[in-house]
C-alpha cells in the first residue's frame, strides 16, 4: 500500500498540492492542516499572534475534488475565525483529512484526542491548541492484508520543538491509541508532522510498542 502525509499548510500552496496528488499514485492520503468552512470556497485569511496565512475556505472540499471515487474522513481539531476576499468574517474548522482511492477497501476509522479537547476561538491562539488523531483500518490492494494507518499534527510550542511535559503526555496519549486501534495481525504506519526533534522521547515510546523509526534525522521537507 502507497501512503503519502503532507502537512497541507491549510491548502496555502494548492495550486502545487493539487497538481501532485493526483500524480503521486497514493492509495491513502493523509493530510495535517486541513481546513473547512461550511457553504464556503476559495480563499480566506488566517491570522493568530505571530502571522498572517492565506488558507482555502474548504480545503477538505478542494481535494475531494482531485481523487475519483474518493473516500474521505475529516476530524476537526479546532475552530475560528478566518475572514474572506470581502473581509466577511467566517468560522473555519481545522484538522486532520484522510482520503482513500475508492477501491480500497476501508475496514474501521476512529479519532481521538492527544492534547486538550477541540475548543472554538474567538481569535486563534498560538500555542497549546488542541491535537486529534486519526487512523484508519483498510486492506492493502497489493497483498490484502490489513494494515493501520495513524496520522497527527503534533503539539506546537513557539519555544521550539524539544521535549515537554505536554508532549510526553500526548506521546503517552498517542501509543494508547494505537494500541487499543490497531490489530494483532495489521501492518501499523503512524505518520504526519509531530513537531518533534529527531531524538525525542516520543520515539521511545512508540518504539516501546513495537514501531521503528524509518525517519531518524533525515528531511522530511519536500521540495
Not at 496565512?53 to 475552530?79: E, G, K
Not at 494483532?184 to 504526519?192: H, M, Q, R, S, Y
Not at 521511545?204 to 513495537?210: A, N, S
Request: overall charge negative.
Amino acid at each position: 500500500m502507497r501512503i503519502v502525509s503532507v502537512n497541507a499548510w491549510g491548502g496555502a500552496r494548492y495550486d502545487d498540492l493539487a497538481a501532485w496528488i493526483p500524480r503521486s499514485d497514493a492509495h491513502v492520503v493523509c493530510l495535517q492542516e486541513v481546513t473547512r468552512t461550511e457553504g464556503q470556497t476559495g480563499w480566506t485569511t488566517f491570522e493568530d499572534g505571530e502571522r498572517s496565512l492565506p488558507q482555502r475556505a474548504n480545503l477538505f472540499d478542494d481535494v475531494r475534488t482531485l481523487i475519483p471515487d474518493v473516500q474521505s474522513h475529516f476530524v476537526a481539531s479546532d475552530a475560528g475565525p478566518v475572514t474572506d476576499a470581502a473581509g466577511r468574517r467566517l468560522r473555519q474548522d481545522f484538522g486532520l483529512g484522510i482520503f482513500v482511492l475508492g477501491h480500497v477497501e476501508v475496514l474501521e476509522t476512529a479519532t481521538t484526542f492527544v492534547h486538550g479537547e477541540f475548543a472554538e476561538h474567538e481569535e486563534w491562539t498560538v500555542s497549546e491548541r488542541p491535537r486529534a488523531v486519526q487512523g484508519l483500518r483498510a486492506l492493502d490492494p497489493l497483498t490484502g492484508s490489513p494494515v493501520c494507518i495513524v496520522h497527527l499534527h503534533g503539539l506546537r510550542d513557539s519555544a521550539g520543538k524539544g521535549d515537554t511535559p505536554a508532549r510526553e503526555a500526548q506521546a503517552a496519549r498517542l501509543a494508547e491509541f494505537i494500541t487499543s486501534f490497531r490489530q494483532p495481525d495489521d501492518l501499523v504506519v503512524v505518520a504526519g508532522d509531530l513537531n518533534l526533534l529527531p531524538g525525542s522521547s516520543t520515539f521511545d515510546v512508540l518504539g516501546e510498542i513495537g514501531l521503528i523509526d524509518l525517519v531518524g534525522d533525515a528531511d522530511t521537507r519536500t521540495s
